[in-house]
T-cell receptor, first 114, second 113 residues
Framework: DVKVTQSSRYLVKRTGEKVFLECVQDMDHENMFWYRQDPGLGLRLIYF???????EKGDIPEGYSVSREKKERFSLILESASTNQTSMYLC?????????????FGPGTRLTVL | GQQLNQSPQSMFIQEGEDVSMNCTSSSIFNTWLWYKQDPGEGPVLLIA?????ELTSNGRLTAQFGITRKDSFLNISASIPSDVGIYFCAGRWSGGSNYKLTFGKGTLLTVNP
């Protein structure tokens, strides 16, 4: 079974803090993704990575950065957290090459910024 | 970007009833996926469809990849209380990248025991 894990299920941070969200997958997937999920807005893609050290902006990259130093690990960084970044953050991974696009999700991190 | 229209937005049914939901688009998709999300959890893949006309089952769940490649359906038979959750469709647009997905807004299912 594909397993995607996220470092924290719940996080509470203060405005202005630097926040790191970590994601690890154990299936040797090339692609990894970060989404945020908000009521009424659905899933929105923040960033994705198709290889180590490679990244591309998604639909809402402002206020976020990412790091992928190893194939299995993809980090989302909030340089200076703001209250409008309170959300559910979901990491996903998928295999490349087959081109089928099926993504597998982690359990999510519920981030609250005070 | 491409949009998926998922309906209904919510359903309230009695235990034992069958459920149908669907996703439609004006664009052609090469892959259709159905996920379920429990409260506070990440989406879990239920069924993946890769070919037009394909009909695939997973227990009491059945999903179909529409012949026009612009829609997909998910049916749940004999619903039980643990079916409660949000069901999402997702698709890989034929004119887009191989790795990006478009997501529907979800169908919230409530099952009354």
């Amino acid at each position: 079974d594909v397993k995607v894990t996220q470092s924290s299920r719940y996080l509470v941070k203060r405005t202005g803090e630097k926040v790191f969200l970590e994601c690890v997958q154990d299936m040797d997937h090339e692609n990894m993704f970060w989404y945020r999920q908000d009521p009424g807005l659905g899933l929105r893609l923040i960033y994705f990575s198709y290889d180590v050290k490679m990244k591309e902006k998604g639909d809402i990259p402002e206020g976020y950065s990412v790091s992928r130093e190893k194939k299995e690990r993809f980090s989302l960084i909030l340089e200076s957290a703001s209250t409008n970044q309170t959300s559910m953050y979901l990491c996903a991974s998928s295999i490349q090459g087959s081109g089928l696009g099926t993504q597998y999700f982690g359990p999510g991190t519920r981030l609250t910024v005070l | 970007g491409q949009q998926l229209n998922q309906s209904p937005q919510s359903m309230f049914i009695q235990e034992g009833e069958d459920v149908s939901m669907n996703c439609t688009s004006s664009s052609i998709f090469n892959t259709w996926l159905w996920y379920k999300q429990d409260p506070g959890e990440g989406p879990v893949l239920l069924i993946a469809l890769y070919k037009a006309g394909e009909l695939t089952s997973n227990g009491r769940l059945t999903a179909q990849f529409g012949i026009t490649r612009k829609d997909s359906f998910l049916n749940i038979s004999a619903s039980i209380p643990s079916d409660v959750g949000i069901y999402f469709c997702a698709g890989r647009w034929s004119g887009g990248s191989n790795y990006k997905l478009t997501f529907g807004k979800g169908t919230l299912l409530t099952v009354n025991p």
